[in-house]
């Protein structure tokens, strides 16, 4: 009599996290992404450039705008990167179901984490790119587009044509010219301009008026008094250039937390949903 041995072959250990499904979603949610960001951009919502990574909002309403859109895309994307995460994970076949609940969410939000971070590389090394140009030797007047004291440098430093086309008006510009370039003297003024509000004051300071004023009255041709009403007016509309800003920067912040809160929560979401289907459940 023969005794007979049944040996089952055991199954072999299905791992926890499919990473080429995580990386897969990534790519997915971070190219559906930079293609929602490029139509905003096209049409006029989107908070950044996909090209260039630097903002361009100039008022609290475009920045509403800009924000809502930006959450919008958070969702899309995040949603379809996580759907495609789950559609694309091992089957597990001996967890119970509240596990493959959790891994499939774990899935979605590793999904958007890897597309964010990947995301925001890219940015980074455009504004690297985009900050490095900008540091190269420019001509005599060149400004970045995204510069807000620019334009006011540019009213700050207008020349009076009419007192420099003769006598001591043009007498003192040339003299002061010739020993000072105006790219200079518009650094110096930027400087001034942009850290009287950083050292906590409301206003500049009289030395700093007067030094503005001279310099003003010397390239522009203009009576100190006129240079003196002149630096005071262009103060007053940094002032709330800046105070714009600053408003801007920290309405664009909190939906920025918001947009990668509703991203994180989507991809989740929408892994779970792919995850189903992918058991057939």
Do not use: C
């Amino acid at each position: 009599m023969v005794d007979t041995v049944i040996v089952e072959a055991e199954t072999p250990a299905v791992p926890a996290v499919s990473w080429p499904a995580i990386v897969a979603g990534g790519f997915v949610a971070a190219a559906f992404t930079l293609l929602l960001l490029a139509l905003g951009a096209g049409i006029g919502f989107s908070v950044i450039s996909p090209w260039s990574g630097l903002p361009d909002i100039t008022t609290t309403k475009a920045a509403l705008v800009g924000g809502i859109y930006m959450a919008v895309t958070a969702v899309m994307a995040s949603a379809l990167g996580g759907y495609v995460t789950g559609r694309l994970r091992v089957r597990w076949t001996r967890a119970p179901l509240d596990e493959v609940y959790f891994r499939d969410t774990a899935h979605g939000v590793l999904a958007w984490a890897f597309a964010t971070v990947m995301g925001a590389a890219l940015l980074a090394s455009a504004t690297v790119v985009g900050s490095g140009a900008a540091a190269n030797p420019t001509p005599a007047g060149a400004t970045n587009g995204n510069d807000i004291i620019a334009p006011y440098l540019d009213r700050l430093f207008r020349p009076n044509y009419a007192a420099l086309t003769g006598g001591t008006g043009q007498q003192a510009a040339g003299v002061f010219a010739a020993g000072r370039d105006l790219a200079a003297d518009r650094e110096v003024a930027r400087r001034i301009l942009l850290t009287f509000r950083e050292r906590g004051h409301t206003e500049l300071s009289a030395d700093d008026r007067q030094y503005l004023a001279q310099m003003v009255a010397a390239r522009t041709g203009l009576p100190q008094a006129d240079a003196e009403r002149r630096v005071v007016a262009v103060e007053g509309d940094v002032r709330t250039a800046l105070d714009n800003a600053r408003r801007i920067a920290m309405q664009l912040s909190f939906w920025l937390v918001a947009a990668m809160f509703l991203g994180a929560f989507a991809a989740g979401l929408a892994a779970t949903e792919g995850g189903a289907a992918r058991d057939g459940r």
